[in-house]
């Protein structure tokens, strides 16, 4: 079992920078692979990044490619999401995960946290 509380969010000027922290309880937490999502009012769920247990590598969506840095400190328990020159199109909820997968859609995932709000103004 693991739980998760994201923290970071807040309200940004277009091109600045935002670090969110996504706090895991759980003995288990350096076993999973831990991702980002974000969910913009009215639409899907969308992955933004994740990174392996083990190798430490990553993934990122295109759409976030260059800008976004995702990192682990499996001593802490904690996913880091550094999100740099954030767009209007950035602004949303956004969500860390746990899983045992490195896929995109979001149901793979097993365990989530409550949200964070993300907003950027142009």
């Known amino acids: 079992q693991v739980q998760l509380v994201e923290s970071g969010g807040g309200l940004v000027q277009a091109g600045g920078s935002l670090r969110l922290s996504c706090a895991a309880s759980?003995?288990?937490?350096?076993?999973?692979?831990m991702g980002w999502f974000r969910q913009a009012p009215g639409k899907e769920r969308e992955f933004v990044a994740c990174?392996?247990?083990?190798?430490?590598?990553?993934y990122y969506a295109d759409s976030v490619k260059g800008r976004f840095t995702i990192s682990r400190d499996n001593a802490k328990n904690t996913v880091y999401l550094q999100m740099d020159n954030l767009k209007p199109e950035d602004t949303a909820a956004y969500y860390c995960?746990?899983?045992?997968?490195?896929?995109?859609?979001?149901?793979?995932?097993?365990?989530w946290g409550q949200g964070t709000q993300v907003t950027v103004s142009s």
């Open positions: 990174i392996t247990w083990g190798a430490g590598v990553t």
């Open positions: 759980g003995r288990t937490f350096s076993t999973y692979t």
């Open positions: 995960a746990a899983g045992k997968t490195v896929v995109t859609t979001a149901r793979s995932w097993t365990y």
